[in-house]
């Protein structure tokens, strides 16, 4: 069992930025590939990025490329989300999540979720 715990939300003006750091305990955090989703009021809950169990590949969203850098540090059990050149629309709940499995896009892909962080982008 892998809990995940998000830190780092926050409120920050259009065009600034924010990491965002999700730690993992209980289990082999290392095997697992992580993604960052975020949900908006009133939305569905979507992928924003992803990284596999290495380190070595990372998947994003087109809303946010080239924005925001998905990387984790095994040694420390965490991972982040280096967001830059915020935008409004990045307002949103942002959960971390764990997986056995490929298919990082889908939600459905993911067994362990934190709980989430709150991240709001003022103009």
């Known amino acids: 069992q892998v809990q995940l715990v998000e830190s780092g939300g926050g409120l920050a003006q259009a065009g600034g930025s924010l990491r965002l750091s999700c730690a993992g305990s209980g289990g082999s955090f290392s095997i697992f590939q992580l993604g960052w989703f975020r949900q908006a009021p009133g939305k569905e809950r979507e992928f924003v990025a992803a990284i596999d169990s290495y380190g070595s590949s990372t998947y994003y969203a087109d809303s946010v490329k080239g924005r925001f850098t998905i990387s984790r540090d095994n040694a420390k059990n965490t991972v982040y989300l280096q967001m830059s050149s915020l935008k409004r629309e990045d307002t949103a709940v942002y959960y971390c999540?764990?997986?056995?499995?490929?298919?990082?896009?889908?939600?459905?892909?993911?067994?362990?979720w934190g709980q989430g962080t709150q991240v709001t982008v003022s103009s």
């Open positions: 999540a764990a997986s056995s499995f490929w298919r990082l896009e889908l939600t459905t892909t993911y067994g362990y």
